[in-house]
């Protein structure tokens, strides 16, 4: 046996200067670079040498680089290299004494890590994996696990359309169908491999090779890529996956329509599907947004890259099992980067990632069996193991469900003007045949003044690098302003929100956009911490203080329409040695946790509500030019004014729910806020507690977070109901735990501001509560419960909701 010392020796020897590179990335990223003489050249050189060249990626890549895009015939080998020199039917003859072996040929004392997992990936077999039982569900929902570890397994016959809808299609679930008719479909017996090959040999499908950026797709009869699907050992292997087959083939658009109860697994799907997307819809998208797809994903063990989809989507198995892995929308897979543009297939994910991960972090999993369809909502990631040669019926659709994800996913990049185009024709038709879709289909009074600014030069996108020196410029401008200095130091842009922030050397700049009331925003940000600053002498034990304000103003003069109104207050570190974080990250598991978390958080609120605002109110003491700030039952009106029709455009909540709100909302402010009736008053109300706005650090000892600010006052408001502060801790800090202990201790609080309560029966707790998640400004808060309260979508009054939330808050 060859020692790793020879090995060493023998690989440099042999490899020369490429001894310094990794092996992966002198075949991947060097040789296949080469033409052909020079890759035979270097197969008589060394033993590495020839090893490497002979690699069948380096040959896979060169064939796909070099073939002709008008053939549709290709004739597999059994290796690349073999079909580079051999690639058409003419030349079997010429090639007859070629043993169809994709294998290396045996060179001893090559010793290579990439190889052998290049040729795990190849040749391992899944054909009888399992996985393992779900661990059981957890109390409490965080960022890094799944909130529902099972998919559950229903009959057809069980669900009508809204049963699916309220169970799985609002709440966003995924879920695995049975007993559905697909056995009765013609597709089932007609489209096996043989009999398809039988009947559509010669005919050419939509073949995806992704592993080539010079022809990721191609056109291929079926009779070659069966003869390849049969032959090949690649690790990622091309895959028939056809949106216009019935085009080639109109006959096979009948084989999945069978003439019985169901014409489908997804026909509840369907239905909603053609509500919306109608004919005529369907022909101005051009677009398989809803078509059915002929999948066949190739030869066990092989399967997708991990996916996410902004439609939701189902698969219907005909004649193999699957492995199905999915990882719920706010938790990225292990392993997994988004931004990288090389992704992990599903062999390798199942083989590098899977067998380390942590209970926590384990997907939620499912084996699809031949006849079962599995519906997968929009935003999941999911990948696919096919155990064996799998054929499978797909589907992407749009509902009322998922229609805002859609219509974002269109509209994402501006680069992209014919999807753009598409969507906005898309949306006039839908708005005719649903009117009540039009909110949330058509531009927004907001995204028509968005349009406008683009359209301005002194609007920046806060997120495009082409813009990069213009925001530093900027950012430079407002610190010479705030503070004084003229040099900044290192400007780093940070977070994602709405708001553009960034870090400097003596403080923290943010601009305020349009968005979401962005002017009345700054105006509250500014009057709230010109207050907090001047009474911060009385602040007293571990109440979490804001940041300094160091200055405020415009960018602008008031020639712009958007004068990019800025903040900048100083870094918490000039205050705290630490490195700060945002409790999101770090939110506790437990009650242990919340002692040290909740408290802080509560004293500071009552700090802020019992503030004394008479030299506030009576006397301004800011700058006259701006506007008057959010004052009690002003607004309270106004966010009851525009809550229906947020909600119709936002449609967090579920669409039966939504047609009763107008009668469930209110008829006047003071029935959610009046001081005449014994309502507590707050003096400052924050408007927007939640985890990533407590700002604190990790203790290394007891690994609990501790709280030591709290930012963000852009919604806050004067003289209103604490009430607002208290649903916002409950909603996203303890994330609607029913946890006795924690809540009392919320509840206390509100008791201690004075609160009577009402005798009316129309005005109970509950209702003031969920009255103030209605009427809350954005859709945040809406979101936030409903992934906490999945089972809003089964909810059939808002009555009953109330109840689920918050009805039991009056026994405490």
């Known amino acids: 046996m060859t020692s790793a010392l020879d090995s060493g020796t023998a690989r440099a020897a042999s490899l020369g200067r490429f001894y310094l590179l990794p092996d992966a990335l002198t075949i991947r990223c060097i040789l296949t670079l080469l033409g052909p003489k020079d890759l035979s050249s270097l197969m008589l050189t060394s033993r590495y040498l020839h090893v490497f060249a002979r690699n069948d990626l380096v040959w896979r890549r060169l064939f796909f680089a070099t073939r002709d895009r008008n053939s549709t015939r290709l004739v597999f080998r059994g290796s690349w290299l073999l079909t580079y020199l051999f690639p058409n039917p003419e030349h079997d003859e010429a090639c007859v004494n070629y043993l169809r072996d994709n294998n290396t040929p045996g060179i001893q004392d090559v010793s290579s890590e990439f190889l052998h997992h290049q040729w795990l990936r190849s040749n391992t077999s899944f054909a009888h994996f399992y996985p393992p039982p779900p661990a059981p569900p957890t109390p409490a929902i965080g960022e890094n696990r799944p909130v529902n570890p099972v998919i559950p397994v229903e009959n057809y016959d069980d669900l009508d359309q809204e049963t699916f809808y309220r169970r799985y299609g609002y709440p966003n679930r995924p879920v695995m169908i049975q007993?559905?008719?697909?056995?009765?479909?013609?597709?089932?017996?007609?489209?096996?491999?043989?009999?398809?090959?039988?009947?559509?040999g010669d005919t050419p499908f939509r073949i995806?090779?992704?592993?080539?950026?010079?022809?990721?797709?191609?056109r291929l009869c079926f009779k070659d890529f069966l003869h390849y699907l049969l032959y090949n050992k690649d690790q990622d292997?091309?895959?028939?996956?056809?949106?216009?087959?019935?085009?080639?083939?109109?006959?096979?658009?009948?084989?999945?329509?069978?003439?019985?109860?169901?014409?489908?697994?997804?026909?509840?799907?369907?239905n909603i599907l053609v509500l919306i997307f109608s004919r005529s819809s369907r022909a101005t998208l051009d677009h398989p947004i809803d078509g059915y797809l002929l999948d066949h994903n190739g030869q066990a063990p092989r399967g997708t890259r991990t996916l996410l989809e902004h439609q939701h989507g189902t698969r219907s198995s005909l004649d193999t099992s699957d492995g199905h892995c999915k990882y719920p929308p706010h938790m990225t897979p292990p392993g997994h980067d988004p931004t990288s543009p090389t992704r992990l297939t599903s062999v390798a994910w199942y083989l590098d990632v899977y067998p380390f991960l942590p209970q926590e972090s384990r997907p939620i999993e499912i084996v699809q069996n031949p006849g079962q369809t599995i519906y997968v909502p929009s935003g999941w990631w999911h990948m696919v193991l096919n155990?064996?040669?799998?054929?499978?019926?797909?589907?992407?659709?749009?509902?009322d469900s998922n229609i805002i994800q859609v219509r974002q996913s269109m509209q994402a990049d501006e680069t992209e003007t014919i999807q753009i185009q598409r969507w906005d024709e898309l949306a006039q038709k839908l708005s005719m045949v649903r009117p009540d879709l039009a909110p949330a289909l058509l531009p927004s009074q907001e995204d028509e003044q968005l349009q406008r600014l683009k359209a301005q030069s002194s609007w920046l996108d806060p997120h495009s690098e082409n813009a990069a020196d213009q925001w530093h410029d900027r950012v430079k401008d407002i610190v010479q302003r705030s503070t004084g200095f003229t040099n900044p130091g290192e400007i780093e842009l940070i977070g994602t929100g709405e708001n553009v922030c960034f870090l400097t050397a003596h403080g923290f700049v943010k601009f305020f956009t349009p968005f979401h009331d962005g002017h009345d925003s700054f105006l509250s940000e500014v009057r709230a911490n010109t207050i907090l600053a001047a009474r911060s002498a009385g602040v007293k034990g571990d109440v979490l203080a804001p940041p300094r304000m160091l200055g405020y103003g415009y960018l602008f003069d008031d020639q712009t329409e958007w004068r990019w109104p800025f903040i900048m207050t100083e870094t918490l570190s000039a205050r705290h040695p630490v490195d700060l974080v945002e409790s999101k990250e770090f939110m506790p598991e437990d009650e242990s946790g919340y002692s040290v978390l909740l408290p802080p958080i509560l004293h500071t609120l009552n700090y802020c509500h019992s503030l004394d605002l008479t030299s506030f109110l009576d006397e301004s003491q800011l700058d006259t030019t701006f506007d008057q700030p959010r004052v009690s039952l002003g607004y309270t009106a106004r966010c009851l004014e525009a809550a229906a029709l947020n909600h119709t455009r936002w449609r967090v909540f579920p669409k039966h729910l939504l047609k009763l709100l107008p009668n469930y909302l209110p008829k006047d402010a003071m029935a959610v806020f009046d001081p005449s009736k014994g309502d507590a008053v707050a003096s400052l109300v924050h408007g927007d507690?939640?985890?990533?706005?407590?700002?604190?650090?990790?203790?290394?000892?007891?690994?609990?977070?501790?709280?030591?600010?709290?930012?963000?006052?852009?919604?806050?408001?004067?003289?209103?109901?604490?009430?607002?502060?208290?649903?916002?801790?409950?909603?996203?800090?303890?994330?609607?735990?029913?946890?006795?202990?924690?809540?009392?201790?919320?509840?206390?609080?509100?008791?201690?501001?004075?609160?009577?309560?009402?005798?009316?029966?129309?005005?109970?707790?509950?209702?003031?509560?969920?009255?103030?998640?209605?009427?809350?400004p954005s859709e945040g808060l809406s979101l936030h419960l409903v992934r906490c309260v999945p089972e809003v979508g089964e909810m059939t009054t808002w009555e009953q909701l109330e109840q689920a939330i918050f009805g039991w808050w009056s026994a405490l």
């Open 179 to 200: 007993n559905s008719g697909v056995e009765s479909w013609p597709a089932w017996e007609q489209w096996t491999l043989e009999a398809l090959a039988a009947k559509h």
């Open 208 to 218: 995806s090779n992704i592993d080539s950026d010079n022809e990721p797709s191609f």
């Open 237 to 270: 292997p091309l895959y028939l996956f056809d949106p216009y087959f019935a085009d080639a083939v109109p006959e096979m658009e009948l084989a999945y329509e069978a003439s019985t109860r169901a014409t489908h697994s997804s026909a509840l799907c369907q």
């Open 387 to 399: 155990m064996d040669h799998t054929v499978a019926v797909t589907q992407n659709f749009a509902d």
């Open 689 to 776: 507690v939640n985890p990533g706005n407590v700002l604190g650090y990790l203790d290394e000892e007891d690994e609990d977070f501790r709280p030591l600010s709290l930012i963000d006052f852009g919604d806050a408001v004067l003289k209103a109901d604490p009430l607002i502060d208290i649903v916002s801790v409950f909603i996203t800090i303890l994330n609607c735990r029913q946890d006795l202990g924690m809540t009392k201790l919320l509840l206390d609080f509100w008791r201690q501001l004075g609160a009577k309560g009402d005798q009316d029966p129309k005005r109970t707790l509950a209702r003031r509560c969920m009255w103030h998640v209605l009427l809350w």
